[in-house]
């Protein structure tokens, strides 16, 4: 009974969309479809940049300490001079698991159709990833 319940319920959301797939808020507002993917492209180019920029600062500043090293430098100093810490590597494993869990649950809502479940199992793909993350860094902080 709950199951018949559900679908149908669904199926009136479904039919109160118009033909373009916009989606219409519980204060009758319309949002049209392409406003939630220009907001979700941002998000990710977001994600996906700030990704890239963490990789590019890590591998700089790994190429800096092995020259200042190179020409003499204590290691200590050095360190202290680029505070070069866990804090990159973390936020490298945290943009990891980001765009992983994005990546898994945007094939899992490729196989759906598109709606409010859709983006439901989005937000829940990402929460598992930001779950990952926090079992991460809690395991890291174990081994130091």
């Known amino acids: 009974m709950k199951k018949i319940i559900l679908v149908r319920l669904l199926n009136a959301h479904m039919a109160s969309g118009s033909a373009d797939g916009g989606f219409t808020l519980a204060n009758g507002t319309y949002v049209p479809d392409v406003i939630i993917r220009t ?26 300490k092995s020259k200042m090293i190179s020409r003499g430098i204590d290691v200590s100093e050095v360190e202290k001079m680029l505070r070069i810490g866990v804090e990159s590597k973390d936020y490298a494993a945290k943009y990891f698991f980001l765009l992983l869990s994005a990546g898994i649950g945007c094939a899992v809502v490729n196989s759906f159709p598109s709606g409010w479940l859709s983006a439901g199992m989005l937000a829940f793909s990402l929460s598992l990833g930001f779950a990952g993350y926090y079992y991460y860094l809690k395991k890291r902080k174990e081994t130091l």
């Open 39 to 64: 907001v979700i492209i941002i998000l990710l180019f977001y994600v996906v940049t700030g990704f890239l920029l963490t990789l590019i600062r890590m591998l700089l500043n790994y190429r800096l």
